[in-house]
């Protein structure tokens, strides 16, 4: 490929009178498409708006949700009152649970009296534990296997909540097992078979097992949770989760479904046929938490390898991770800045699930402190190292946006998230900043050290994309002599990311 023409920035003032106008033009498609006036040129997600107003109405929710724990948070400041079996409270103890988180305090409570929890809290706030915990309790009185069932949109994910479910459960001897696609169905069919109390599944993997693997039910399950429930909840999920949920009982069955940013559409609710839940909204539909830092940088048109270089220089050493939109997008970036001599790893759909469980590993361990990856990582994933998130792509919708810088200032720790907006990104971010309820204060940047890194940039750029063409024609050819056989298994996978 020739040397990339890298079109001459344009002049500052040039850029600043297009933002602006990009800005006015999607203020006043807001204002018009909120008030019907006008003509929507369609170009927002009706879904969206309808979110945003049923965000809204959450949000009052949340703030009696918010008082509700306040006097909730009076109620009890510790596990040790909330009588749960010393099994479990010596486990809590052991992962330095010292308070309940607010989470914590809202929805256990109820859950230890049986009741359904719609469970909405900030990123990186106890989630999991919030569920795991009042399971965990009742089990330990009604010891059956196939006890429980958490269905998650991600296999990373999925797994991460098996491990807290060992970590909480383990002194209790619970018996847990992850069924998730991209590993041998086989080997599940076998776990499954050993009778595990706790199930921690893709919908998509788990239906498979459910229809072809004999001596599995959840005839008798007691509680099914959605983690990431508005996306399970979303239509690509729909049609296996419709068919898990027509099979799965709901007489005698409990159900949770959190997330940080719920959909409050009660259709979708319904289908999870929750009965008389207790709302637990100890924050607000798009809130992020204090002790993350966001910010944004304006990036002219093809300087954005440029500028995420520069970033990665400014923040060496640092843990990061790269958020990009495509999986081509991933595996370009992070083979980039290998070629610059940082350490990177990438995690896209594209990876087989050793190659994912790899480059996780590999970045969970410090072998790698840039993770460079699509949304498949987005939700959930608990990397307590992780210092920056950075927005290589602006997501398209704002939930997406919340949930990737919620990958850092977790648990109460600080964190940072960088996101850089070309001319082409303006009206997203400024979605994103009127669900916030701020604008995003901008990052400054040495224009000296970006014009003397630009051409080695663009230059390294050039290489990996004709590497990556390579390597892509010499895996067509492979591909073509591979037999169907493979294709109809990777259908088996449809229902995950
Ligand atoms: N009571 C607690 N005290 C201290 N740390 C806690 C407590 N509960 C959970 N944690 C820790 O907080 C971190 C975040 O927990 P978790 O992953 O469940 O958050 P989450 O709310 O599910 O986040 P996300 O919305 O991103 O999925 C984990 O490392 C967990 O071990």
Redesign the pocket.
């Known amino acids: 490929m020739a040397n990339k023409v890298v079109k001459k920035p344009s002049s500052k003032s040039e850029l600043k009178s297009l933002a602006e106008k990009i800005r006015q033009r999607a203020l006043e498609r807001q204002h018009s498409t909120a008030t019907g006036e006008g003509d929507s040129d369609g170009s927002h997600d009706e879904d969206e708006i309808e979110e945003e107003e049923e965000g809204r109405e959450l949000e009052r929710q949340g703030d009696s949700g918010k008082q509700a724990e306040e006097e909730e948070e009076s109620q009890f400041d510790s ?1 040790a009152e909330l009588k749960l079996v010393p099994e479990l409270l010596e486990a ?1 103890e052991n ?7 607010p ?2 305090a809202a929805a256990i409570p109820p859950a230890l009296e049986g009741k359904d929890i719609i469970g909405l ?10 569920f795991a915990i009042p399971i965990l309790n009742s089990l330990w009185h009604d010891q059956q296997p196939y006890y429980a069932c958490v269905m998650a949109p991600t296999r990373e ?1 999925a797994q ?1 909540i098996k491990e ?1 479910f060992d970590s909480l459960g383990g002194v209790m001897g619970v018996r847990t097992t992850c069924i998730v696609g991209g590993m041998n169905m086989i080997d599940q069919a076998r776990d499954l078979m050993r009778k595990p109390h706790i199930i921690i599944a893709t919908p998509g993997r788990l239906m498979d097992h459910l229809e072809n693997t004999k001596g599995f039910s959840l005839r008798k399950l007691r509680y099914l949770v959605m ?2 429930a508005d996306r399970l909840l979303d239509m690509e999920f729909g049609p296996v989760l419709d068919r898990i949920l027509k099979i799965i009982p709901t007489q005698g069955r409990t159900t949770y479904l ?3 940013t719920m959909t409050s559409k009660i259709d979708k609710l319904q289908r999870a046929s929750l009965t008389n839940p207790v709302k637990c909204a100890v924050s607000t539909k798009y809130q992020t938490v204090e002790t993350l830092i966001q910010t944004l940088m304006v990036v002219p048109g093809g300087l954005k390898n440029t500028f995420l270089i520069y970033l990665l220089n400014e923040y060496l050493g640092k843990t990061v991770i790269v958020f990009t939109r495509t999986k081509a997008n991933a595996e370009r970036i992070s083979t980039l800045c290998n070629l610059l001599e940082f350490s990177a790893t990438a995690l896209h759909g594209d990876l087989n699930q050793n190659q994912r469980t790899g480059a996780l590993d590999l970045f969970k361990a410090g072998r790698r402190s840039i993770l460079v990856a699509t949304d498949v990582a987005a ?4 990397i ?1 190292s992780v210092d920056i998130v950075i927005n290589y792509d602006i997501p398209v919708d704002s939930k997406s946006y919340i ?1 990737r810088v ?2 850092t200032a ?3 720790r600080s964190g940072k998230s960088i996101s850089l907006v070309s001319q082409y990104d303006l009206e997203l971010i400024l979605r994103i900043e009127d669900v916030l309820g701020r604008k995003l204060p901008k990052e400054s940047v040495d224009k000296g050290a970006i014009l003397a890194l630009r051409d080695t940039v663009d230059k390294a750029n050039g290489e990996v994309v004709m590497e990556l063409n390579r390597r892509s024609k010499e895996k067509a050819a492979r591909g073509k002599g591979r037999s169907g056989r493979m294709k109809s298994r990777d259908n088996m996978d449809r229902g995950e990311e």
């Open positions: 596990f809590c992962l330095k649970f010292t308070k309940p988180t989470i914590q809290a900030q990123t990186g706030s106890g989630k999991t534990a919030a994910l991460q807290t983690d990431e959190f997330s940080a939700r959930g994933l608990d307590p949930h919620g990958r977790r648990a109460g």
